[in-house]
């Protein structure tokens, strides 16, 4: 079974640094892209940044310059350095993998369980 685990969020002032890190766990074939979903109160789930295997990446717009995401491919793992948060930064990060576990599986969205991150004004 494939297991997304994250660690780092917690509360910050405005103007603050959070690093967020994801380790799969579990057998997994093949990994494509890695990245870091945001859900705030009463609104949708959104992309906030993608990494794939060879190094692409893609930004929410409003964490352009802010964030970092970063990837270690032999590792599975994927990480996420906010830095300026502000409190529209306020949500669930969850981390999600794109993969399949093994050459006759389908590709699969695997998601962490999230992790909170709240800024304060």
């Known amino acids: 079974q494939v297991q997304l685990v994250e660690s780092g969020g917690g509360l910050v002032q405005a103007g603050g640094s959070l690093r967020l890190s994801c380790a799969v766990s579990?057998?997994?074939?093949?990994?494509?892209?890695m990245g870091w979903y945001r859900q705030a109160p009463g609104k949708e789930r959104e992309l906030v940044a993608v990494?794939?295997?060879?190094?692409?990446?893609r930004y929410e717009n409003s964490v352009k310059g802010r964030f970092t995401i970063s990837r270690d491919n032999a590792k599975n793992t994927v990480s996420l350095q906010m830095n300026h948060l502000t409190p529209e930064d306020t949500g669930v990060y969850y981390c999600?993998?794109?993969?399949?576990?093994?050459?006759?599986?389908?590709?699969?969205?695997?998601w962490g369980p999230g992790t909170q991150v709240t800024v304060s004004s």
């Open positions: 579990g057998t997994v074939f093949r990994i494509d892209g």
């Open positions: 999600n993998a794109r993969g399949k576990k093994s050459v006759w599986h389908g590709w699969e969205d695997y």
């Open positions: 990494m794939t295997p060879g190094g692409s990446t």
